[in-house]
């Protein structure tokens, strides 16, 4: 089992940066492949960005392409998500998760097992 905690949510003005990092615990012995999704009220959860498990290879949504760039870091069992010139469209709860199997669909949320609670992330204009 793998429990995923994320950080870094807030409020901030429309053009502003954030940083989401997301910290696992439990069975770290491996490094997973790892995903960012987000939700916006009354809206489907949607993929955002994703990582293979050595950092070589990263995924992102259209929509946040140029903007947002995720990198883990394998010692320190985390994840981060860097969010530059946000937009009032980013609004959401964004949510940290964990697969186990090495292959399949990186924009698919059903090839990840593990999933954070989520943290909110609100851009103004």
């Known amino acids: 089992q793998v429990q995923l905690v994320e950080s870094g949510g807030g409020l901030v003005q429309a053009g502003g940066s954030l940083r989401l990092s997301c910290r696992a615990s439990?069975?770290?012995?491996?490094?997973?492949?790892m995903g960012w999704f987000r939700q916006a009220p009354g809206k489907d959860r949607d993929f955002v960005a994703a990582i293979n498990w050595t950092g070589g290879t990263t995924y992102y949504a259209d929509s946040v392409k140029g903007r947002f760039t995720i990198s883990r870091d394998n010692a320190r069992n985390s994840v981060h998500l860097q969010m530059n010139n946000l937009k009032p469209e980013d609004t959401a709860v964004y949510y940290c998760?964990?697969?186990?199997?090495?292959?399949?669909?990186?924009?698919?949320?059903?090839?990840?097992?593990?999933w954070g609670q989520g943290t909110q992330v609100t851009v103004s204009t």
């Open positions: 439990g069975d770290t012995s491996r490094a997973y492949p």
């Open positions: 998760a964990a697969g186990s199997r090495y292959s399949g669909n990186y924009y698919y949320e059903g090839r990840y097992d593990y």
